[in-house]
């Protein structure tokens, strides 16, 4: 389903580089539960943008079906974004001046559904996130961790093939925790692929893959652990 | 050092009030390593928001040493925010057009101290939480867990005697993670007072104190868990 092949992403800093992924060869297989786990600042978040289409490499590609994202022009990518893919951010990315239940049902506005189908998914899923009474509040106007749990009913609004989830459970306590790689690991039994960024070592009882990156390689488990 | 008595914050939603904290009797002793825990919206932000004289409470009322948080005036309340607390917030709060060791240094700035010795302070506390080699990168040219420890060292550099820390370690690995709390731990030999917001049950390895909260109310460790 998705493949990274020699994939680099480089930022300059003056005369310095950061070498934010350092040649990345990653097969995340179809239906799979992917988690990648490394040391902060190891590449995990830049992997997902570059898999979700919302930054382009340095060089290198990304296969994902039969599409090299990477030579995709702005139109295909923004398609490939709203129709392909699920992004839950890690800094959660929701619009400051629209409730609870807007921001999940946001990215249903381009699908053709009428509004009042798209206001009951939403509030559907924000009740699945545990927000059920939540839903007319503002962003500033909710915890960290529900803010979290709004950016992931948001992603999944769409039921995208493709779930990209950048520290999903970081501002949650072990129920809630629990309660969203929970409703992940169903995702992935009704066939969807999962690709997890996570600090939490509960994830990986989910996971059908591992990946361990350090300094913006893939790495062997052992190694990873000796760190 | 620290006491709340019948501490109460309610929010109005339309008809709907939301009671975040509902008489809270809380006394956190001077030089404690205070844990707070509980499910995601249970009054963790808003019993440190709170305490560090960021808002005012519906009623009751915060005792910091010998003054009441709540009957301060405007200038007092600046003051106490300035030069009595250190806040580590959840969702960080860096200026996002100042370098990391911009944003270190800024709480230095009323301080009298020499612009060149603010520099130094600033970079002294951004090796200490493992960012030396980042210190020019501005806040969206860091990832997730290093803009965390960012405002970790930020709240440090002022020394102050009381440091709040919400979920100060949620967005970082296993060894950054324990460095951080490594670092409160010492701050507390060393004579503060730490209140620490938490969904990490390792920090409860650090903690003289423990605080569980569910629907804004103090219960005991049974109930909690019973959750
Ligand atoms: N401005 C506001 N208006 C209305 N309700 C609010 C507001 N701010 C917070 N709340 C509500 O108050 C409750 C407590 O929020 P708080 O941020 O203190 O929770 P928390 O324990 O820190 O949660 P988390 O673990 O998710 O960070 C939540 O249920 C939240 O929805
Ligand atoms: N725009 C940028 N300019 C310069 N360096 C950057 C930029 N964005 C990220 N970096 C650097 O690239 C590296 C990888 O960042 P990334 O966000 O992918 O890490 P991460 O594994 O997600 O970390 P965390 O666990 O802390 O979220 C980091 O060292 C970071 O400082
Ligand atoms: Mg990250
Ligand atoms: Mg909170």
Redesign the pocket.
Known sequence: FVQTINLRKTYKMGSNEVHALDGLDLTIPSGSFTVVMGPSGSGKSTLLYLVGGLDLPTSGSIVVDDDEIEKMDENALADYRRNKVGFIFQSFNLVANMTAEANVAFPLRFSGIKKKKRIERAEDLMEKVGLGD?IG?RP???????QQRVAVARALVNDPPLILADEPTG?L?TASGVAIMTMLDELCKAGKTILVASHDPRMLNYATHRVFLMDGQMVEEKQYLES
């Open positions: 939540r509040h500033t106007e909710l915890s960290g961790g529900q501002n306590d």
